[in-house]
């Protein structure tokens, strides 16, 4: 059974950091895309960043390069997403979602697997 759990959420001012992980268990982590995606307070689901099948490359979203980084540890099925100069905007919640093959989600459906989301509020 592929169980996905979030960690690490919480509320900051502007500017702040904050580090999101992913525990994974039932799957074998270098076989799929991994995603973390995050939904704010009404609006759709969109992708953050992913690192692809074999972990050479990850990716970013315009908005948050140069403050996101993504990486992840195989051995211990852990993947993790360090937030630095956190803003407002992003504000919601966070996902860690898996597949595999590369996709622009719609709906956390989109996935094979996720978990049950970390919320983030950056707020003054």
């Known amino acids: 059974q592929v169980q996905l759990v979030e960690s690490g959420g919480g509320s900051v001012q502007p500017g702040g950091s904050l580090r999101l992980s992913c525990s994974a268990s039932?799957?074998?982590?270098?076989?799929?895309?991994m995603y973390w995606v995050r939904q704010a307070p009404g609006k759709g689901v969109e992708w953050v960043s992913a690192?692809?099948?074999?972990?050479?490359?990850?990716f970013y979203r315009d908005s948050v390069k140069g403050r996101f980084t993504m990486s992840r540890d195989s051995a211990e099925n852990t993947m993790y997403l360090q937030m630095d100069s956190l803003k407002p905007e992003d504000t919601a919640l966070y996902y860690c979602?898996?597949?595999?093959?590369?996709?622009?989600?719609?709906?956390?459906?989109?996935?094979?697997?996720w978990g049950q989301g970390t919320p983030v509020t950056v707020s003054a």
């Open positions: 979602a898996i597949t595999d093959r590369i996709l622009v989600p719609s709906t956390l459906s989109d996935f094979d697997y």
């Open positions: 690192i692809n099948i074999g972990g050479g490359n990850i």
């Open positions: 039932g799957l074998t982590f270098s076989s799929y895309w």
